[in-house]
Each structure stands twice: as C-alpha cells, then as structure tokens.
C-alpha cells in the first residue's frame, strides 16, 4: 500500500512538472502585444485547464457513486481521486485569482 501510494503521488508530481513546463513553454512563446493569437493561445490554456479540472471532478464522482452502490469497494481510490479533484479546482481558482488581480493591477495603472 505505502509502495503504491508512494508511485502515484511520484506520478502526479511528475504530471505537475510537465504542466508547469508546458505553462512556461506558453508563456516563453507569448507573442508581441497587439497580437490576437496571444488572447486565443491563453483563452484556450485556460479552458483546457477547466475542462481537465471538470474531467477530473465528474471521474471522482463517478468512482464516489460506484462505492456507494456497492460496484466497487475502493474506497480509498475514490478519496484519493476526490481529494485530487479538489486541489486541482482549488489551484485553478488560484490561478483565477492571479489573472484577476493582474488585471485589475494593469486597469490601476497611470497612463
């Protein structure tokens, strides 16, 4: 148990890594200011990043409704996937959060 649970949480650094990486793959690519394709690349970073976080709060649940039928007795799956589930909502309302502020920082600014 304490093996398994060692590799998947190596997994999902792993996976946070790669994430991170492809965050600054875009962020390294960012075109000139003025550019639409620089509104669209971002619009499209962040709706993949809801859609994975949804993807990720409907599989939880689904595996939450199989142990609560009986289906399957994996219990701890099912928690260890709806507390991912949560961290993930958390750190996109966090990354939220710094997109708003920013914003909020650039409209402040003296012209």
């Given at each position: 148990m304490a093996v398994n649970l060692n590799a998947?949480?190596?997994?999902?650094?792993a996976r946070i890594l790669n994430d991170m990486a492809g965050l600054a793959r875009?962020?390294?690519?960012?075109?000139?200011?003025?550019?639409?394709?620089?509104?669209?690349?971002?619009?499209q970073a962040m709706m993949a990043a809801v859609h994975d976080v949804d993807a990720q709060n409907r599989a939880a649940g689904d595996k939450m409704a199989e142990v609560d039928s009986g289906a399957s007795d994996d219990l701890v799956g099912a928690m260890m996937m709806s507390q991912e589930a949560s961290l993930s909502f958390?750190?996109?309302?966090?990354?939220?959060?710094?997109?708003?502020?920013?914003?909020?920082?650039?409209?402040?600014?003296?012209?």
């Open positions: 998947t949480i190596l997994a999902d650094q875009v962020a390294g690519a960012a075109p000139a200011a003025g550019d639409a394709q620089g509104a669209e690349s971002f619009a958390s750190m996109l309302m966090q990354v939220r959060n710094k997109v708003v502020a920013a914003v909020d920082d650039l409209l402040k600014m003296p012209i």
